[in-house]
C-alpha cells in the first residue's frame, strides 16, 4: 500500500531528481543512499511517469520511495 509522504529531494539538471530526506509518521528520515532507481510509465498519456527509489537511511533502515510527476507527490511502500 502506498503512503503520501513529504519528501525532500536534490533537483540538479531536473527537478525531483533524488530524494535527500523524508518524513515518516512525523519523524525525519535521512537518506544516505540509493541504493537501486528504476522508472516506469510515461509513453502514454494514461500511464503517468514514475520514479522508484530503493534507499537506505542513516539509521540503516531501508524504504521503498515512488515520485508521481504527474501529481508532483511522493509515496512510500508500506506492507
Known sequence: MWKKIEV???????ENESPSRFVLEGKPKKIKEVLDRWYEGGVRATQP?????KVLTETNEKYLLRYNSLFDAWALWEK
Open 49 to 53: 511517469k514514475l520514479d522508484y527509489f
Open 8 to 14: 525532500n529531494n536534490y533537483s540538479g539538471y531536473k
